[in-house]
Structure formats: C-alpha cells, structure tokens
C-alpha cells in the first residue's frame, strides 16, 4: 500500500522558514518522481515542486521559484521542501505526491496525484 506521510508545517511569520517531509513507503521509492502541492481555502491545487527519481530534473512553480528547494533522500525514501522567505500567500495545506508515471514529473507537473498524504497545514501571517 502506498503510504506518504508529511510533516513539518506550522505557524511561522512572514519571512520565516519550514522545512516540510515527506516520508513514503509501500513502493520503490528510487523509482519514482515525488512532488508537492498546496490547496488553501476556497482555491484550486496548486502545484509547487517536483523532484525526478534522479533528482536531476526539478520544477518549481514561479510563485515558489527562488524561495523553496525540493530534495530526496533515497536511502531514507524521504522528499523534503524547504521553504524560506515564506509569504502570507504560501498559507495553505500541503501535500506530497506521486503519479505512476514512475520517474519523471511530467505527470505531476501536469497535475495528475494518483497518490497524496494527509497533508501539513503551513499558514503564514503578515
């Protein structure tokens, strides 16, 4: 069963900084791109990072660009997001993902989560 777990958000002041993780389990980890979304209230998902299984090819999305870094650990099948320069606008839940497209971000970079977590709350005041 495929699991991701995340975590590591929290209440942070605007131009503070989280890390979030996400910890997966339940399928070859190495083998396949993870990424991140965020939904806040009352919009649409959002895209914001996604790492290929390599971590050669990463995408960020412009409203994120500059401020978060995606990484992995494989040996610890772990994605992490750090975010810095955190804006009132990054508030929202954040999600890991990954589609079964395997390796490359195509496929979240497009929008398609066959899997998520719960989620982690971010919210960040002005």
């Known amino acids: 069963e495929v699991q991701l777990v995340e975590s590591g958000g929290g209440l942070v002041q605007a131009g503070g900084s989280l890390r979030l993780s996400c910890a997966a389990s339940?399928?070859?980890?190495?083998?396949?791109?993870i990424g991140w979304f965020r939904q806040a209230p009352g919009k649409e998902r959002e895209g914001v990072s996604c790492i290929n299984c390599g971590a050669n090819s990463i995408y960020y999305a412009d409203s994120v660009k500059g401020r978060f870094t995606i990484s992995r650990d494989n040996a610890k099948n772990t994605v992490y997001l750090q975010m810095n320069s955190l804006k009132p606008e990054d508030t929202a839940v954040y999600y890991c993902?990954?589609?079964?497209?395997?390796?490359?971000?195509?496929?979240?970079?497009?929008?398609?989560?066959?899997?998520w977590g719960q989620g982690t709350q971010v919210a960040v005041s002005s």
């Open positions: 339940g399928f070859t980890f190495d083998d396949y791109a």
């Open positions: 993902t990954t589609a079964h497209s395997g390796c490359g971000c195509y496929d979240v970079v497009s929008g398609v989560y066959d899997y």
